[in-house]
């Protein structure tokens, strides 16, 4: 067989190097929720306090995965209530690596302006959740009200728990303290369990950080629990719910707390999304003896589903 001549090539396409979308909407009863991809970064291990490296490297290579680091993704989450548009937090922007920042195309792709954000949700202050909070020293949602923990504030503002920290945490209280002053009046401080209304229910999950929480949706008899930073890795803390990141404000409360969630989960059947499972981030939580395991939802073909 001879080669085509130069006539009879066809053009074919680039390799593209992102995905089409990065967008991904679900129905909850009466309420939409779209997860909204806000990028990745690369972390190394020593990010864990434990378990040791081989440990991790075994639980990486077992879920068929590259090993010596993990690559993690960040989803942010839009609920629209059909009264109301609420975001749970903001993406990292440029306060967490180069290959964040993609949450305003998101918002973008899945029609929705930021003076259209009503309220915002920020689960914790790290800077991977609020960075795309603000732009220099204006807020990135022009009409919207921001909820976040007062524990959770106190926390990340304080110059003394600044001094206390680990070492890579310690810019993150500056950006804290940038996000404060963008916000301003704006910020509604809180504590505890808080009901928005509408199905909507804050969780408080602390340990993480002292003011971490999640958003349980309930809706003509669905329920989804968005749970943010409950779990960092999938392949990690389902199987080792003790596992412990250097930047935890309280490793074994996030232990406990990781496992009573994780255990009403299974006991409920309850759907899960968190932000830093593999996109779009749905799924279950399976008991398996003492420990977990996670089971993604299948794409769901309409949102309605």
Same mark, same amino acid.
């Given at each position: 067989?001879?080669?085509?001549?130069?006539?009879?090539?066809?053009?074919?396409?680039?390799?593209?190097?992102?995905?089409?979308?990065?967008?991904?909407?679900?129905?909850?009863?009466?309420?939409?929720?779209?997860?909204?991809?806000?990028?990745?970064?690369?972390?190394?291990?020593?990010?864990?306090?434990?378990?040791?490296?081989?440990?991790?490297?075994?639980?990486?290579?077992?879920?068929?995965?590259?090993?010596?680091?993990?690559?993690?993704?960040?989803?942010?989450?839009?609920?629209?209530?059909?009264?109301?548009?609420?975001?749970?937090?903001?993406?990292?922007?440029?306060?967490?690596?180069?290959?964040?920042?993609?949450?305003?195309?998101?918002?973008?792709?899945?029609?929705?302006?930021?003076?259209?954000?009503?309220?915002?949700?920020?689960?914790?202050?790290?800077?991977?959740?609020?960075?795309?909070?603000?732009?220099?020293?204006?807020?990135?949602?022009?009409?919207?009200? /921001? &909820? +976040?923990? !007062?524990?959770? @504030?106190? %926390?990340?503002?304080?110059? =003394?728990?600044?001094?206390?920290?680990?070492?890579? #945490?310690?810019?993150?209280?500056?950006?804290?303290?940038?996000?404060?002053?963008?916000?301003?009046?704006?910020?509604?401080?809180?504590?505890?369990?808080?009901?928005?209304?509408?199905?909507?229910?804050?969780?408080?999950?602390?340990?993480?950080?002292?003011?971490?929480?999640?958003?349980?949706?309930?809706?003509?008899?669905?329920?989804?629990?968005?749970?943010?930073?409950?779990?960092?890795?999938?392949?990690?803390?389902?199987?080792?719910?003790?596992?412990?990141?250097?930047?935890?404000?309280?490793?074994?409360?996030?232990?406990?707390?990781?496992?009573?969630?994780?255990?009403?989960?299974?006991?409920?059947? /309850? &759907? +899960?999304? !968190?932000?830093? @499972?593999? %996109?779009?981030?749905?799924? =279950?939580?399976?008991?398996?003896?003492?420990?977990? #395991?996670?089971?993604?939802?299948?794409?769901?073909?309409?949102?309605?589903?």
């Amino acid at each position: 067989m001879t080669d085509p001549s130069p006539q009879t090539l066809r053009r074919l396409p680039a390799f593209a190097a992102a995905q089409a979308t990065t967008i991904y909407r679900r129905r909850i009863g009466a309420i939409e929720v779209t997860a909204i991809s806000d990028g990745y970064v690369d972390l190394p291990h020593d990010i864990w306090k434990s378990p040791a490296p081989r440990a991790l490297d075994d639980a990486l290579h077992a879920a068929f995965l590259p090993t010596g680091g993990m690559r993690q993704g960040l989803t942010c989450y839009l609920v629209n209530t059909g009264r109301r548009l609420i975001l749970m937090d903001g993406g990292a922007a440029g306060e967490f690596g180069e290959h964040f920042g993609e949450l305003p195309q998101g918002l973008a792709a899945a029609g929705v302006a930021p003076e259209a954000i009503d309220l915002v949700l920020v689960s914790h202050l790290h800077p991977d959740h609020i960075g795309g909070l603000f732009r220099g020293t204006a807020a990135a949602f022009p009409k919207a009200h /921001l &909820l +976040v923990d !007062a524990a959770e @504030l106190a %926390f990340w503002t304080s110059t =003394h728990e600044q001094a206390q920290a680990v070492e890579i #945490a310690q810019p993150w209280f500056d950006t804290a303290r940038r996000w404060q002053a963008a916000w301003g009046e704006r910020i509604e401080t809180f504590s505890g369990e808080r009901s928005l209304g509408e199905g909507l229910t804050i969780v408080p999950l602390p340990g993480h950080t002292v003011g971490h929480f999640g958003l349980m949706i309930e809706s003509e008899g669905a329920r989804l629990l968005i749970a943010n930073d409950l779990v960092f890795h999938f392949a990690i803390n389902f199987q080792n719910p003790d596992a412990a990141m250097i930047w935890e404000t309280d490793s074994a409360l996030a232990a406990r707390t990781r496992r009573a969630a994780l255990d009403r989960a299974a006991t409920d059947r /309850l &759907l +899960v999304a !968190a932000s830093h @499972l593999p %996109f779009p981030s749905f799924g =279950h939580v399976e008991r398996r003896g003492t420990a977990f #395991a996670w089971a993604p939802e299948p794409w769901q073909h309409r949102a309605g589903a």
